[in-house]
């Protein structure tokens, strides 16, 4: 069975501060997405990668797809309360139907 | 547009009640799934259709666990009997899977708060 460990668990923040949070696999990617879940509602998708290496940006989140496959990161550029959640990679596995969510990441900025 | 719907949102039972939790995916969807979260497990995934057809139920954590959907436009999961450690929040999500490399978007409902006493 395909893990993703995230870490940290728990970061608490002062706002304006940059912050990276981890996601490793035990096997190889098919694809990588990155969801957002902001308490009493579900998660919502940020984003997608799906080449080794691949960087996106989303205004102040950078994503990275890390060379082999195996792990991703989020970094996100002064921090700022709105980004409070619990930040969630999930990996679909190729040609199927099944998406299998990491452990989390517990992020509170304070203001 | 709708999302997907949840019902209820919030539910207390006592232990060994029957629970009936209820979707309605996004409309022209055509894969549905069932996730239970909890702080300790984080989200896990239970089964999940395509096209109205169960594919992969190996995460239904026991016989107590069923999830049906007669139709595109509806399932339901429920727990006969439930027991305290049912007390998660359930997610109902849908997508519409091409069968890309790419990945599908997941769209999730607000959730089911169900607690068993």
């Known amino acids: 069975t395909q893990l993703l460990e995230q870490s940290p668990q728990f970061l608490s923040i002062q706002e304006g501060e940059n912050l990276t949070v981890y996601c490793n696999s035990s096997s190889v990617f098919s694809s990588l997405q990155w969801y957002r879940q902001e308490p009493g509602e579900g998660p919502v998708l940020l984003v997608t990668?799906?080449?080794?290496?691949e960087v996106k940006k989303l205004k102040r989140l950078t994503f990275q797809f890390g060379d082999a496959r195996k792990d991703s990161s989020l970094h996100i550029t002064a921090a700022q309360p709105g980004d409070t959640g619990l930040y969630l990679c999930a990996e679909s596995t190729s040609g199927t139907y099944k998406y299998i969510f990491g452990t989390g990441t517990r992020l509170k900025v304070l203001a | 547009d709708a999302g997907v719907i949840q019902s209820p949102r919030h539910e207390v039972t006592e232990m060994g009640q029957e629970v009936t939790l209820r979707c309605k995916p996004i409309s022209g969807h055509n894969s549905l799934f069932w996730y239970r979260q909890t702080m300790m497990r984080g989200l896990e995934l239970l089964i999940y259709?395509?096209?109205?057809?169960?594919?992969?139920d190996s995460g239904m954590p026991e016989d107590r666990f069923s999830a049906k959907m007669p139709n595109a436009s509806f399932s339901t999961l429920k727990i006969q009997p439930s027991e305290p450690r049912d007390s998660a929040v359930y997610f109902c999500?849908?997508?519409?899977?091409?069968?890309?490399?790419?990945?599908?978007?997941?769209?999730f409902g607000e959730g089911s708060w169900l607690t068993v006493v």
């Open positions: 990668v799906v080449t080794g290496g």
């Open positions: 259709f395509n096209n109205n057809v169960p594919i992969d």
């Open positions: 999500a849908s997508s519409l899977f091409t069968g890309g490399v790419s990945g599908n978007t997941i769209y």
